[in-house]
C-alpha cells in the first residue's frame, strides 16, 4: 500500500495535483491512498477519482508529472 500525502505551505490545495498522482499510480496496478488534511479532503479526492476517467486526457492542461527513481549512485554521480 502506497499512502500519498501533500504537505507544505500549500498543501492544503494540491488536491488536483494529488488526484494525478494517484491516478497515475493506480493505472499501473498499485494500491494507492491519499490521505487529506482532513477526512472531508481525502473523500474528495476519492470521489474525484471514482468520477474522473480522463485526470491524464486533457489536451489544455499544462501539467505533465515526471515520477523518476533516483538510486544513491545516481545521486553520487550530481555531487561530483
Do not use: K
Not at 491516478?23 to 479526492?45: D, K, M, N, P
Amino acid at each position: 500500500m502506497i499512502t500519498i500525502q501533500v504537505s507544505g505551505p500549500r498543501g492544503e490545495g494540491n488536491t488536483i495535483t494529488a488526484m494525478r498522482i494517484v491516478s497515475w499510480f493506480r493505472s499501473f496496478g498499485f494500491e494507492v491512498e491519499y490521505r487529506g488534511h482532513t477526512e472531508l479532503q481525502t473523500a474528495c479526492i476519492e470521489d474525484l477519482l471514482r468520477n474522473d476517467h480522463t485526470v491524464f486526457d486533457r489536451a489544455t492542461e499544462p501539467r505533465q508529472f515526471l515520477v523518476l527513481d533516483v538510486g544513491a549512485e545516481e545521486l553520487a554521480d550530481e555531487d561530483d
